[in-house]
């Protein structure tokens, strides 16, 4: 998959367990697995915008381009 | 009306119809048996349609009335002077070709019987709201394809009688249009699968 998703690394920066951001961000523990496992399709807006928020980052922090 | 109550109904009518192939094809065995049995009790059962044939005859007809119906039959006798109803009585079918006829029927009762189970299979996950699933995509391609061996099946016909013979082509594309639209209806399940695989994988 081209975008790569670095939630992990973000998490481990921030000291945050899964359930922890799933709980801030007000989503289910099973779609921010989905997110944190590249398994995606999209994402929508307000999650991101909830995600930043909670780790106190920038887009670019969690997503990164990849070509394959 | 509710869609549950709508779909509750149409299960109800696809086993209803279920019931009706397995009575129809125990019906069918039974006159089969019995034919063999008795087969006299058959002979005022003239398969000619009373058309009264010469010695070879070749008749084609179209109909419109029930849907486009085409309908080609060639009809011969050994001895050209006697009458159809001597000849093609149904206790003088050769017993090759009475084989042949209830093994194409009963595949014939066979698929359509299957035909409605795919159907009400796919009924009853609407109803569960789960529509959108690889098994119903399998379950219109399937009954596509049912629909379509029955119209092969079902379009031509060949009886042999001891002392003459009826054979001929009978098309009704009514279910070639049904088999083309359970395919394309598979199509369409099959984006509203990728479409709601898609939607679960948005985060």
């Not at chain 2, 009458?83 to 006829?101: A, G, N, P, R």
């Amino acid at each position: 998959m081209a975008i790569i998703v670095n939630l992990d690394v973000m998490m481990a920066k921030r000291k945050m367990s899964l359930s922890e951001l799933a709980e801030k961000v007000g989503i289910t523990l099973a779609n921010l697995s989905i997110l944190k496992n590249n398994k995606a399709k999209a994402i929508r807006f307000s999650t991101l915008e909830a995600i930043c928020e909670a780790l106190d980052c920038q887009p670019a922090d969690i997503l990164e381009y990849g070509k394959d | 009306m509710k869609k549950n109550t709508l779909l509750s109904i149409a299960i109800v009518i696809c086993k209803f119809i279920r019931v009706l192939y397995v009575l129809t094809f125990l019906i069918f065995t039974g006159f089969f048996v019995h034919l063999q049995i008795n087969p006299s009790y058959y002979n005022k059962i003239d398969l000619s349609n009373k058309l009264d044939f010469k010695n070879n005859s070749f008749v084609t007809s179209y109909k419109v009335s029930n849907g486009i119906h085409i309908n080609t039959r060639r009809t011969y006798k050994y001895e050209g002077e006697q009458k159809d109803s001597e000849v093609f009585t149904l206790d003088q079918l050769k017993k090759t070709s009475l084989y042949v006829s209830f093994i194409k029927y009963s595949v014939v009762l066979f698929l359509g019987f299957l035909c409605f189970g795919e159907f009400q299979k796919v009924m009853e996950s609407v109803k569960e709201v789960k529509t959108f699933q690889e098994n119903n995509v399998l379950s219109f391609r399937r009954i596509g394809k049912y629909l379509l061996i029955i119209c092969v099946l079902t379009s031509f016909y060949y009886h042999v009688f001891q002392r003459g013979g009826i054979n001929g082509i009978n098309i009704t594309p009514n279910l070639l249009i049904l088999s083309l639209l359970a395919y394309i209806m598979a199509e369409i399940f099959k984006e509203g699968n990728n479409l709601e695989e898609e939607n679960k994988l948005t985060v």
